[in-house]
């Protein structure tokens, strides 16, 4: 069964730094996607990028890229150049290419300071 | 990015009547969910639809809860009859179905029962 493990509760950074977030998975399938979403304070949430397990490039979208560490089943979040509105909820999920049931993480809150 | 429309914002309802939460997916995606989210916390998997048919449910979608897209109108969650633990934020997604693609979600539905 699909399973995704966020450990981070809650992580403060100052504006214009670079924070990580993590998350590991488990799965039985050989082929799987792995996604990062961010959740505002209104509750809107939305897809920021996607990792292809078969893929060994680490994606890059705008200031997001993944760290995505295959033997380990890791696959965090790198979020460059900090904005107070990165300021969110944000949560890894991830799919088996068997079946269309997507799974989330408990997800990590990120408080950018000013 | 694509949107997905969901219908009320907000609903109250009284403990044991019927409630039916609308989602308006994007125009050219076929496969439909639906996700639980309680205060904030994990987005909890209900239910994927494809076909006119449930594909994967979770131990959540109890029995007095259903779905249907009739003649490619608005994708419904119906809860018959509501309990008191049915309050949460539901969210519909969609996505074009291929196991990669992306799931774009809704703004939410908050359901309050009374």
């Known amino acids: 069964a699909q399973k995704v493990t966020q450990t981070q509760t809650s992580i403060s950074v100052m504006e214009k730094t670079t924070v990580t977030m993590d998350c590991v998975y488990e799965t039985q399938d050989s082929s799987y996607f792995l996604f990062w979403y961010k959740q505002t304070a209104s509750g809107e949430i939305v897809f920021l990028i996607r990792?292809?397990?078969?893929?060994?490039e680490n994606a890059t979208v705008g200031h997001y890229s993944l760290n995505f560490q295959k033997p380990k089943s890791s696959i965090g979040l790198i979020i460059t150049a900090t904005q107070i509105e990165d300021s969110a909820v944000y949560f890894c999920?991830?799919?088996?290419?068997?079946?269309?049931?997507?799974?989330f993480g408990t997800g990590t809150r990120l408080q950018v300071l000013p | 990015g694509p949107k997905v429309l969901q219908i009320p914002s907000h609903q109250i309802i009284d403990m044991g009547q019927m409630v039916t939460l609308n989602c308006d997916p994007v125009?050219?995606?076929?496969?439909f969910y639906w996700y639980k989210q309680i205060l904030g916390q994990q987005m909890e998997f209900l239910v994927n639809?494809?076909?006119?048919?449930?594909?994967?449910k979770s131990k959540l979608f109890k029995d007095q809860f259903s779905v249907e897209r009739p003649d490619g109108s608005y994708f419904t969650l119906k809860i018959q009859p509501t309990a008191l633990e049915d309050s949460a934020v539901y969210f519909c997604?969609?996505?074009?179905?291929?196991?990669?693609?992306?799931?774009?979600f809704g703004a939410g539905t908050r359901l309050s029962v009374l």
């Open positions: 990792q292809d397990s078969y893929k060994k």
């Open positions: 999920a991830m799919r088996d290419s068997n079946t269309n049931k997507v799974v």
């Open positions: 125009s050219n995606h076929l496969y």
């Open positions: 997604a969609s996505s074009t179905g291929h196991s990669q693609n992306t799931l774009y």
């Open positions: 639809f494809y076909n006119g048919k449930v594909m994967e």
